[in-house]
């Protein structure tokens, strides 16, 4: 093995540079406890970065020690040790995550990171896809919120500091939506089932992967975040095109909003604001369903996991809908309400429109996934979050 094409590959590497090639294929390894007293760094090199499948056998604690410090020291691994007794515990300590029997030893589970109270190891199976699955869910969380929650609401704001227009969310409007209509849909993510690739995913690097990365960002600011503030500022100026207010006379001409503007009386522009604020409002909370839908899934058609029916079946979904909905007619049409934040009704027709809009953003991500799922090497599949 000393002289093997394996033992030149990785002459001079540093080690933690040194893990598997993903065209390597699968390789296997068995070593006694001798072999492995034998082992010198580069022997070290080749067996981590050579081989998929090792078994060390009839091992003492300081060879499992051993093995738990050379396996860390190279490439990326996240080391897992399971073990019951007393000379397990060196190893249970030195892992990234001891598994200790809840009917082994109290130095064993006292070093240990974690116990199976039910000592079968068909548990830490459960736990990976508990733990992937509680990740997954609080990626697709942020992911439902950024792109109106903080992108759509700060271009209301920008537009109104940088740009002279009257602000097209109020201050009320913009908590409402981030403590109420936002935290009552984000809700039911939690509740979402594994996909069916979950464990079918390559292991995440805990070392170096995070919580967000810049698919993630892309998705959020330049996908989803990029149809969703187009079209909320679009019903603000659809609105004040119908009372007679072209696109320069609402933007840059902030300090030009006073009584007899465009013919206008003050209360008749304020009238104008407040209605486009709340159509601007529901916009917002309507294209948040085709947004909730559309992070549901990573690669997968809704088709195929839709929330009322079959095997990712969660109808928090539909109850987080009307409740959002339900917030949203009490923030308009309630007399307390209207009297101390100055909400009021809108048109009706400012209550069907954003349904199109968030249908087409359910459409875009579909076929952002289908793409992805038909071009697995294709540009778009690579941007995936």
């Known amino acids: 093995m000393r002289v093997s094409p394996l033992a030149r590959r990785y002459a001079g590497v540093d080690p933690p540079a040194i893990k598997l090639a993903e065209n390597d294929g699968d390789h296997a390894l068995v070593l006694t406890g001798d072999d492995v007293e034998s082992l010198e760094p580069a022997d070290w090199d080749m067996i981590v970065g050579g081989y998929t499948e090792i078994v060390f056998a009839r091992t003492t604690p300081e060879q499992k020690l051993r093995i738990v410090e050379q396996t860390k020291a190279r490439g990326d691994n996240t080391v897992a040790v399971t073990g019951d007794g007393v000379n397990d515990a060196p190893a249970l300590k030195a892992s990234d995550i001891g598994v200790a029997m809840g009917a082994g030893s109290d130095v064993a589970k006292e070093a240990a990171a974690m116990i199976l109270l039910n000592n079968d190891l068909t548990s830490i199976v459960v736990a990976i896809e508990m733990g992937r699955l509680v990740f997954d869910n609080l990626k697709k969380v942020i992911l439902y919120l950024m792109p109106a929650g903080t992108y759509t609401e700060f271009l209301a704001v920008f537009c109104n500091v940088f740009l002279g227009m009257q602000l097209a969310l109020s201050s009320y409007l913009q908590v409402c939506f981030s403590i109420t209509n936002d935290v009552v849909m984000s809700i039911s993510l939690m509740f979402e089932k594994p996909e069916s690739d979950l464990m079918l995913r390559k292991p995440r690097n805990a070392r170096t992967d995070r919580l967000t990365d810049w698919r993630f960002f892309f998705q959020i600011y330049l996908f ?161 979050w």
Request: charge should be positive; include cysteine; proline fraction near 6%.
């Open 224 to 384: 989803i975040g990029l149809m969703m503030w187009p079209c909320a500022m679009s019903m603000w100026f659809f609105w004040m095109s119908k009372q007679g207010l072209a696109f320069y006379d609402v933007i840059l001409v902030f300090n030009k909003w006073t009584d007899g503007f465009k013919g206008y009386s003050i209360d008749q522009l304020r009238e104008f604001v407040s209605v486009g604020q709340c159509i601007y409002y529901i916009t917002m909370v309507f294209m948040q369903y085709g947004g909730l839908l559309a992070v549901r899934n990573r690669r997968v058609s809704i088709l195929q996991s839709n929330p009322l029916w079959g095997p990712r079946r969660n109808l928090a979904v539909p109850v987080g809908m009307i409740a959002t909905m339900l917030i949203g007619v009490v923030n308009l049409y309630g007399p307390g309400l209207q009297r101390v934040f100055g909400t009021t009704p809108i048109p009706g027709m400012f209550w069907g429109i954003p349904f199109a809009f968030a249908t087409g953003i359910l459409m875009m991500d579909e076929i952002r996934k289908l793409i992805a799922r038909t071009y697995p090497n294709s540009i778009v599949a690579k941007m995936a």
